[in-house]
């Protein structure tokens, strides 16, 4: 298997710009996260998915972002407007139950 | 909130036994205690997890007292790679809302030559 699978790995925007994250989860997992990870603030749950339905967002920051799962092979995580602030690496994962996740690369994000 | 107390950092010689504990006295009956690694610029890795019997597998066993309160992770030869910081997580069983897997500070973990 390949594993999650996250686009792009770098992305250097600037501020004010639209940036779209992009997950491919695991062939049959029926779970997905999307985690942010600062120094300052280690990792943070934004939000998960189950069944392609969003369980909790309770994470996302701000209505700035947004998180899609459209069907159960792919997910965005979208910031519009774009601030340096959002500066970070943006992990997803999946998992087919319980708390075994398994992480994708990462997409380093830098807003200028 | 992370519901664990972790040392922020350890060392341990390469080819030696490397023992992470853990403090989770808040633990309820149901939950979990899992064990995560993060290898820099990667993204975490699952390590192990158990309720309240010992647990081993290839890569580390995990240690849990009897009342639940305290678990340390042993990684029985630590090699170079196995520089990391490692994660001690709670979690209950389900997917419901409830379910959220926290992230602390973690121990970072250098094994030395």
């Known amino acids: 298997d390949a594993g999650v699978i996250q686009s792009p790995r770098h992305e250097v925007t600037e501020m004010g710009q639209e940036v779209t994250l992009r997950c491919k989860p695991i062939?049959?997992?029926?779970?997905l996260f999307w985690y942010r990870q600062t120094m300052m603030r280690g990792l943070e749950l934004l939000i998960y998915?189950?069944?392609?339905?969003?369980?909790?967002d309770s994470g996302m920051p701000e209505d700035r972002f947004s998180a899609k799962m459209p069907n159960a092979s792919f997910s965005t995580l979208k910031i519009q407007p774009s601030e340096p602030r959002d500066s970070a690496v943006y992990f997803c994962?999946?998992?087919?139950?319980?708390?075994?996740?398994?992480f994708g690369p990462g997409t380093r994000l830098t807003v200028l | 909130d992370a519901k664990t107390t972790q040392p922020p950092s350890m060392d341990c010689a390469e080819g030696r036994a490397a023992n992470l504990p853990c403090n989770h006295s808040?633990?309820?009956?149901?939950?979990?205690v899992y064990w995560y690694r993060q290898i820099h610029s990667q993204g975490p890795q699952y390590i192990i997890h158990?309720?309240?019997n010992n647990e081993t597998n290839e890569m580390a066993s995990l240690i849990i007292t009897e009342d639940r309160k305290s678990s340390t992770l042993i990684l029985p030869h630590a090699t170079l790679r196995d520089t990391a910081v490692y994660y001690c997580?709670?979690?209950?069983?389900?997917?419901?809302?409830?379910?959220?897997?926290?992230f602390g500070s973690g121990t970072r973990l250098l094994v030395r030559p």
């Open positions: 808040t633990i309820s009956g149901n939950e979990y």
């Open positions: 997580i709670v979690r209950p069983p389900g997917m419901d809302s409830s379910y959220k897997l926290i």
């Open positions: 062939s049959g997992h029926n779970s």
């Open positions: 994962a999946s998992t087919l139950a319980g708390g075994r996740l398994f």
């Open positions: 158990g309720l309240k």
């Open positions: 998915f189950n069944n392609n339905v969003p369980i909790d």
